[in-house]
């Protein structure tokens, strides 16, 4: 079945007279393990450099793709020569997006919620109010399973033990917390 669905999502996207459809098509590849998601998803990137706005669609649509892989997706992501940590929609569009991945935020190992407090702890000194915003997904320990509970929390206590956080980011820690 998913050979059908790249087929299908292939088709629209190479007859797409408009960047909606198009993205639509993108969507559903991103979620796939298939050689047409890499060709459409360079293509796209290719077509639409130049628009910050869909630029951060494609940063965001592959973040929260139902990919296996999106964990790992998301690291490399954060490499790309158009990321970085000082635009903060776009810090949102790859990271925001990726806390809706329940499959790669929420990994029985952890790693996804380690991702989210390392970026807190990098993006903190850079812009507070943004990585303030990051500890909502997060703070919502008491609200999942106690294994992931516990692994979130401890996450929120490493970001809080952090020396020099910033008043927003403490503030919204130490709410979580509590």
């Known amino acids: 079945v998913p050979d059908v669905a790249a087929d299908m999502a ?3 996207y190479r007859t797409a007279t408009n960047m ?3 993205q639509g098509a993108l969507m559903v590849l991103a979620g796939l393990d298939v050689p047409q998601r890499e060709t ?3 293509d796209f990137l290719t077509r639409f450099h130049d628009n910050a706005l869909v630029v951060d669609k494609w940063f965001a649509l592959q973040a929260q793709s139902l990919h296996p ?3 790992d997706h998301v690291k490399a992501l954060a490499a790309h020569p158009d990321f970085t940590l000082k635009n903060p929609n776009r ?3 790859l990271y925001m997006a990726f806390t809706g991945a329940p499959h790669g935020f929420h990994a029985a190992t952890g790693e ?3 991702l989210i407090a390392d970026l807190v702890l990098a ?5 507070p109010q943004t990585a303030a915003r990051f500890i909502s997904p997060l703070g919502r320990w008491r609200r999942t399973e106690p294994v992931r509970a516990a692994l979130m929390k401890a996450e929120l206590e490493r970001i809080a033990a952090a020396p020099g956080l910033s008043r927003d980011t403490a503030e919204q820690v130490g709410r979580s917390l509590d």
């Open 69 to 71: 892989r999106v964990l």
């Open 112 to 114: 996804g919620y380690r």
């Open 91 to 93: 810090v949102r569009s």
């Open 123 to 127: 993006l903190d000194p850079i812009n």
């Open 40 to 42: 459409a998803l360079a």
């Open 20 to 22: 909606t459809d198009r």
């Open 10 to 12: 292939d088709g629209q």
